[in-house]
């Protein structure tokens, strides 16, 4: 289409539940920023990469075990037919690195983010070996298959690429950036069942509210992330 915007970063993912995700992407501004043409996307079945008309494309682990485990070769189909020249593949699985905010960041830099999504047991070790470029976690907690931890892992990457947000002063006053937490919010109306907001927020004077704000992100950090504050230079 004439005049529609450059994609700023391709995603496509992988799974066995490519529909999962249309609700997600369509409601929110993940959708307004594909329509723009700023993001491309797609969520494809890897059964389309089968190795019979059945679409199965997963096995017993040897060895014995519970569950199944997702078989390498339509795996590794799936990633070479969508892989191009400077494609990272990304594998969403309990024993990654932790996404971060600065992770995300990262990434938004990326052209193509080809998101790989565990089922069952997960999936062939060979397939890690030879066609993962990067595993991430979003948690210390097992979910029932990587399409969840796709949808987040695109949400936290999305908000860094510029065009996406319609402000990016949002970015700035996000919690994690420069390792501390956000300020609190309020809104109308100024009382509110005789909690009121703080009086500072109604002066009109920026430099005041902005010092109190970053006083805010301090303490709120300090006492409920120490963890963050001690990764900072906050002391």
């Known amino acids: 289409m004439e005049g529609a915007a450059m994609p700023q970063l391709r995603v496509d993912v992988l799974s066995l539940f490519p529909r ?72 969403l699985c309990p024993d990654g690195i932790p996404l971060r905010a600065q992770l995300a960041e990262k990434l938004a830099e990326e052209r193509h983010l080809i998101l790989l999504c565990g089922h069952y047991e997960g999936i062939d070790e060979r397939v890690r070996e030879r066609s993962v470029d990067l595993e991430i976690s979003i948690g210390d907690y097992v979910l029932t298959n990587g399409v969840l931890p796709a949808a987040v892992l695109l949400d936290a990457v999305a908000r860094h690429v510029p065009g996406v947000l319609g402000n990016s002063q949002s970015l700035r006053q996000d919690s994690f950036n420069e390792n501390l937490l956000t300020f609190p919010q309020y809104t109308r109306p ?7 907001v703080p009086e500072i927020l109604l002066s009109g004077d920026h430099k005041r509210i902005d010092d109190w704000r970053k006083q805010q992100q301090l303490e709120r950090t300090r006492c409920r992330r120490r963890d963050l504050w001690e990764m900072g230079s906050h002391e």
Do not use: N, Q
């Open 20 to 91: 999962m995700l249309a609700g997600f992407v369509d409601e929110s501004v993940l959708g307004r920023a594909i329509r723009s043409g700023v993001l491309e996307f797609s969520s494809r079945s890897i059964r389309e990469w089968a190795e019979d008309r059945h679409g199965i494309v997963d096995d017993r682990p040897f060895g014995g075990g519970a569950g199944m485990v997702l078989r390498p070769g339509p795996v590794c189909r799936a990633i070479d037919a969508l892989r191009g020249e400077g494609s990272k593949v990304i594998y």
């Open 190 to 196: 100024a009382e509110f069942e005789g909690r009121r």
